[in-house]
């Protein structure tokens, strides 16, 4: 019995390293919009944890969901895939903006009718999916739609209603499974608008015909669960600036003049409360309704696309120069005086239109300072599309309300406020310097897009040495701008911030020469796209030092010597006597790079990786053709192999049972396992330990 256990215990855990994943089918569907008009749909349906990628991803990102449909004399395409909403983020990994679908998702197709004759539509599907903590190999499937004769060729069957046969082969490259083979499934559809069931043939489960109604509405619910964090960011940013407004010349003085007004004009003390709570209110209102009038605008959908082009990044890139210019001093920007007077006058009626035009005119004087950073917040807003703008005047106002009604119901705190001065006029130049750093991550979004290579990395980061090392130097007084009062002394709180910003322009000169910047990732250029890869001065790699390299091997991640082929890599091995680590992974594989650039440049992790291992890191996504005499029909998946990255991928499989990425083995000079396989772990001590035990079992032997 013990022994029984024991051989379960290890079955288990063998059946948990070596896994096939199939995260991903596809159902067809037919659907008839006229005579002629037919809707060709593909629903997706994937598993719990994973995603899929949408069609478009920029050049250097994931592999995008294609698809490829056969050409033919009976139909033709009308326009392209359209594709459901699905979920934006910002991908830390590849630095760019990336679209998937989680769950479920429909695709469609339009096609025209040339024929009344039956006849087929073949479409392939090729596609990437990846979850928290693998990818796998792109995989190609092939979905098949029959279209019966139409009434012109059935005469008295005129009537009845069109029928399909939808067939899905999978046709995977490499294909990722071990004993799964391709699957053939025939389904016949009644394509009637009244009937929700498929009729399928004896044998088969009965299965519900899809609800697109049902699923777009999921999938607008799952849009808004991923998009609640950034929106919480884009209130607590808004908040913040509005705070910051209220630190500016223009709003500051307002607070006792107008609490002072309320209390005294009020006949008691509840009705001055009261009064000043609706004022503040109508502040929220009225900002509110800006950022629901760019909504309006612009759309919510079409304002995250905006956020990826190039003149809307240039336009913004404008603006908050004209921005950052009117903060330090060069001018004011100003509404119409005629406005001023007009809501003037209607802000003494009294009542509630007249609090309200107060507050309009509240926000119309102090435009010149509010203008600016309400126009920042609405840009990077709008950027994250949806209600963000909404959300975002609703942070900002509330910041610049809620003063008015704490003040309103405790007057005595008025004592308490600094006396306006100088100071105001500095937060305003501060705020200047940090639009003048913004605007030129705009420009720089623009020239990534174009690949210009005008803004790369290195001049980035001297651009924004130079814009708070400018900051840094006013800060300690040594630059003066127009509107500054004599300073006699530095405060403290001056010299603090100060003190600061010093200390970030010094974290942000070793960017130069290379190094990652953490603090700031996402707003430079990535490393890749500069003048130098390795940083200002070093062509050799990271250590600034030339490396000899074996016969068929190349630098890798953080310069470590690798072959991309096995039987290279484990020659060389035999001739050095060292063991290896199998690196199945690929170029878009996402926590691939998260592994190269999180765990292995730790120096215990670096050094076993630099001087006791040969990496062999075989790409299951690699496109080269292997020649033809290299070709072959695999053993496990009955396909042909045709490139190097199928070739890697079958090999996964047939030895490992496994077809997802990263996944590291450890093997000794005859191809024999040191110890069980590792798939992603981001946690460096369990790695390090990973790697040191099958060092071990390899000394040991």
Not at 105 to 120: C, G
Not at 236 to 249: D, M, N, Q, R
Not at 356 to 384: H, K, R, Y
Request: hydrophobic share 45%; charged share 20%.
């Amino acid at each position: 019995m013990r022994l029984f256990i024991t051989g379960i215990f290890f079955l288990i855990v063998s059946l948990a390293q070596s896994q096939i994943y199939d995260p991903v089918s596809f159902k067809p569907d037919v659907q008839k919009i006229d005579d002629t008009h037919y809707a060709l749909s593909i629903h997706a349906s994937i598993e719990p944890g994973w995603h899929l990628y949408a069609q478009n991803v920029p050049d250097g990102g994931p592999v995008p969901t294609q698809f490829e449909f056969t050409t033919s004399d009976a139909y033709e395409l009308n326009g392209s895939v359209s594709e459901p909403q699905g979920h934006v983020v910002d991908d830390p990994i590849f630095e760019m903006r990336i679209k998937y679908f989680s769950d479920s998702a429909e695709f469609q197709q339009v096609i025209e009718r040339k024929t009344a004759e039956a006849f087929s539509v073949k479409a392939s599907v090729e596609f990437m999916v990846c979850n928290d903590e693998s990818c796998l190999p792109p995989t190609i499937k092939e979905v098949v739609f029959e279209l019966e004769a139409t009434a012109a060729t059935l005469n008295e069957e005129a009537t009845k209603p069109l029928q399909k046969t939808n067939e899905v082969e999978e046709q995977t490259v490499p294909k990722n499974g071990d004993a799964t083979k391709s699957e053939s499934t025939e389904v016949e559809v009644v394509n009637a608008e009244e009937q929700d069931t498929l009729t399928l043939k004896e044998g088969d489960q009965p299965i519900k015909k899809p609800n697109s109604d049902l699923e777009n509405t999921k999938a607008e619910q799952e849009e808004e669960a991923a998009d609640s964090r950034n929106l919480i960011s884009i209130f607590i940013l808004s908040f913040l600036g509005g705070f910051a407004a209220l630190l500016t010349p223009c709003v500051f003085p307002m607070i006792p003049m107008t609490v002072s007004f309320f209390t005294k004009q009020s006949k008691t003390r509840a009705s001055g409360i009261k009064n000043a709570l609706l004022y503040g209110l109508f502040i929220i209102v009225i900002y509110v309704v800006l950022g629901s009038v760019v909504v309006a605008i612009f759309g919510a959908d079409s304002l995250n696309a905006l956020s990826t082009n190039v003149w809307f990044n240039l336009i913004f890139f404008g603006l908050l120069l004209v921005f950052a210019f009117s903060f330090l001093g060069a001018f004011e920007i100003v509404l119409p005086s005629s406005w001023v007077t007009k809501i003037d006058s209607q802000a003494d009626r009294g009542g509630l239109i007249g609090i309200f035009f107060m507050a309009l005119a509240l926000a119309i004087v102090s435009f010149s300072c509010t203008g600016p950073i309400v126009g920042t917040l609405l840009v990077e807003s709008a950027s994250q599309g949806g209600v963000a703008p909404i959300v975002g005047m609703l942070g900002f106002s509330m910041a610049i309300a809620l003063p008015f009604a704490l003040f309103a119901a405790f007057p005595g705190w008025l004592n308490s406020l600094p006396k306006s001065g100088g100071w105001l006029n500095t937060v305003k130049v501060v705020l200047g310097f940090l639009e003048l750093a913004l605007a030129f991550k705009f420009l720089s979004n623009a020239d990534l897009v174009l690949q210009l290579h005008l803004l790369e990395r290195e001049t980035f980061l001297a651009i924004w040495i130079a814009v708070f090392g400018g900051l840094a130097l006013y800060l300690f007084g040594k630059i003066t701008l127009p509107h500054d009062s004599p300073l006699a002394h530095i405060s403290v709180g001056r010299l603090s911030l100060g003190l600061f910003v010093l200390a970030f322009v010094v974290y942000l000169i070793p960017g130069l020469w290379g190094a990652p910047l953490q603090w700031i990732s996402g707003f430079p250029p990535p490393a890749q796209y500069s003048e130098s890869p390795y940083g200002v001065g070093n062509t050799k790699g990271v250590s600034g030092t030339s490396i000899e390299l074996p016969p068929h091997a190349e630098l890798g991640p953080l310069d470590l010597v690798t072959f991309k082929d096995y039987e290279a890599g484990m020659a060389y091995a035999k001739k050095v006597n060292k063991p290896v680590m199998l690196d199945f992974t690929g170029y878009a594989c996402v926590n691939c790079r998260k592994m190269e650039e999180r765990v292995w440049p730790e120096p215990q992790v670096q050094q076993v990786l630099r001087d006791e291992l040969i990496l062999i890191s075989l790409y299951v996504d690699d496109k080269k053709e292997l020649p033809e005499a290299e070709q072959y029909v695999s053993e496990t998946t009955g396909k042909k192999i045709k490139t190097i990255g199928n070739k890697w991928s079958d090999f996964q499989i047939k030895h490992y049972k496994a077809n997802a990425q990263p996944y590291y083995v450890l093997i000794d000079n005859e191809g024999e396992n040191l110890n069980d396989p590792r798939a992603y772990d981001p946690d460096v001590d369990s790695y390090l330990s990973w790697l040191q035990e099958g060092i071990k079992n390899y000394n040991n032997k």
